[in-house]
């Protein structure tokens, strides 16, 4: 696990999102430092996947401001961020079911080129780049031998993982991951947990997730957002041990 020092990758000052009177974000500032592992977390409607979707630009912000790499970013479209080094982890539903494990994520490696991706005509042997970086990240999920199955015959928790490989093949500086233990199973849990763990040692990564073992275990730093607003933020032993966390976590079964 790294330390949380060293530069600012991403800072938001006084995020904003309000549909009508109610603001699902509510000025919120976050500071996330090159090489951390950025956790966000907090009851269910506490405006977490909100903020990541201002972070992300798939929505607008409402007021504040959002830096990326030096950046003002705020009013940029998603695919502006992505051009910028911001990869979100996809969603199973965007995977090519019926394309090989290898043949998604090449196809991933292709789309950060942007136009250039919309050379089809291209033989797939002319950008053996892309599957050089295909084949790295099938590496480091630790799916090679599935490398050439469809995607579609992984198992749900492989999917979750190939899902964040297909990320990585943007070869971001920022990985945002939202829940991506959701829905696993109890055995592809910890598959998961390493491998973001092993994230944290090469790219910045911003993850929600509910389960705190988890959360506990990898993050350097933790922000608890509570009604749209930071409630705490710090080191996993700071978080776990604040009142206010337990509080807000009242009548939620098995936090912190
Ligand atoms: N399009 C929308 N219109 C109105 N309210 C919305 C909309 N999207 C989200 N909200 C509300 O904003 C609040 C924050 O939602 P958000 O999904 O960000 O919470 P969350 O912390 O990610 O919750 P969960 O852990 O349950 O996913 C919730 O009360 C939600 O009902």
């Known amino acids: ?52 979707h201002c972070l992300t630009g798939e929505r607008r912000p409402t007021a504040g401001r959002v830096r990326f790499a030096g950046q003002d970013i705020t009013n940029r479209p998603p695919e502006a961020r992505v ?3 911001m990869s979100r982890s996809f969603q199973i539903t965007s995977l090519f079911q019926t394309l090989s494990v290898r043949e998604n994520l090449r196809l991933a490696a292709q789309g950060r080129d942007g136009a250039r ?9 002319s950008r053996p780049d892309h599957l050089k970086v295909a084949d790295e990240i099938i590496d480091r ?18 999917q979750r993982v190939l899902e964040v490989g297909m990320a990585l093949a943007a070869r971001p500086k ?14 592809d849990i910890p598959v998961m947990t390493r491998l973001i763990g092993e994230l944290g040692h090469d790219y910045t990564v911003m993850l929600i997730e509910h389960n705190m ?28 041990n604040d009142d206010r966390v337990r509080s807000a976590y009242l009548g939620e079964a098995g936090a912190c």
């Open 1 to 52: 696990m790294t330390t949380p020092s060293g530069d600012i990758l991403l800072q938001t000052t006084g995020l904003e999102l309000a549909y009508g009177a109610f603001k699902a974000v509510d000025g919120v500032d976050l500071t996330v430092r090159q090489g951390t592992i950025h956790t966000i977390i907090g009851p269910n409607g506490a405006g977490k996947t909100t903020t990541f």
């Open 83 to 85: 051009g910028l080094g």
């Open 117 to 125: 991706a919309l050379a089809f005509w291209r033989p797939v042997t």
């Open 141 to 158: 999920l630790q799916l090679g031998g599935r490398a050439h199955l469809p995607a579609g015959e992984l198992s749900h928790g492989q």
């Open 174 to 187: 920022l990985l945002l991951l939202d829940e991506p233990t959701s829905g696993m199973g109890i055995d």
């Open 213 to 240: 073992s988890i959360v506990m275990s990898i993050s350097d730093v933790i922000t608890v957002m509570h009604q749209g607003r930071v409630l705490v933020e710090g080191p996993p032993d700071l978080v776990r």
